[in-house]
Antibody, heavy 115, light 106 residues
């Protein structure tokens, strides 16, 4: 069955770079696309970006200058890197598979930006 | 970027009551999708392509709309429907979400 699982540091210092990994199973990254979506505590969902099945990427224009999404298809992993973190980047970070909708989601990883 | 405005922000419904949540888009979109999220859990796809129910979604739920106005309706509120519902559109490779509607039990 399809599963996605996010991993990464729970705490990042301001101005530092966040690196997260989404490990997938039950799906091929060369046939399905994966997005990153985040949710600040008590707030709504914000789409961050996508890596398409062909390896191309698209990003939310609001954070495009700070964000990079890549993948390693041999390891079934999708990566997120975002630099210059600020306290407002504190959020639960989810990866999700795309099929018409975001149909499978990981459990999320909570990232706190604090010194 | 297309902005989605949901209303109401919060509402309470009694068991058996009909519930309607609306989502208005700042520009016309082809489809609207809806997600259900309960506290501490990841969002779940609930309605896709405006009116298609995701797997396992009870048929008391329905979706409708076109252009800039869409809605999610529960024909008869049940306890398990308490959650936050988000609408979402995908236009020009830039998806956006509504701010959410928190549905509580009265």
């Amino acid at each position: 069955q399809v599963q996605l699982k996010e991993s990464g540091p729970g705490l990042v210092q301001p101005s530092q770079t966040l690196s997260l990994t989404c490990t997938v199973s039950g799906l091929s990254l060369t046939s399905k696309s994966v997005s990153w979506i985040r949710q600040p505590p008590g707030k709504g969902l914000e789409w961050m970006g996508v890596i398409w099945s062909n390896g191309g990427t698209d990003y939310n224009s609001a954070i495009k200058s700070r964000l990079s999404i890549s993948r390693d298809t041999s390891k079934s992993q999708v990566f997120l890197k975002m630099n210059s973190l600020q306290t407002e980047d504190t959020a639960m970070y989810f990866c999700a598979r795309i099929w018409r909708v975001f149909d499978y989601w990981g459990q999320g990883v909570m990232v706190t930006v604090s010194s | 970027e297309i902005v989605l405005t949901q209303s109401p922000t919060t509402m309470a419904a009694s068991p058996g009551e009909k519930v309607t949540i609306t989502c208005r888009a700042s520009s016309s979109v082809s489809y609207m999708h809806w997600y259900q999220q309960k506290p501490g859990a990841s969002p779940k796809p609930w309605i896709y392509d405006t009116s298609k129910l995701a797997s396992g979604v009870p048929n008391r739920f329905s979706g409708s709309g076109s252009g800039t106005s869409y809605s999610l309706t529960i024909s008869s509120m049940e306890t398990e429907d308490t959650a936050t519902y988000y609408c979402q559109q995908w236009s020009r490779n830039s998806p956006t979400f509504g701010a959410g509607t928190k549905l509580e039990l009265k």
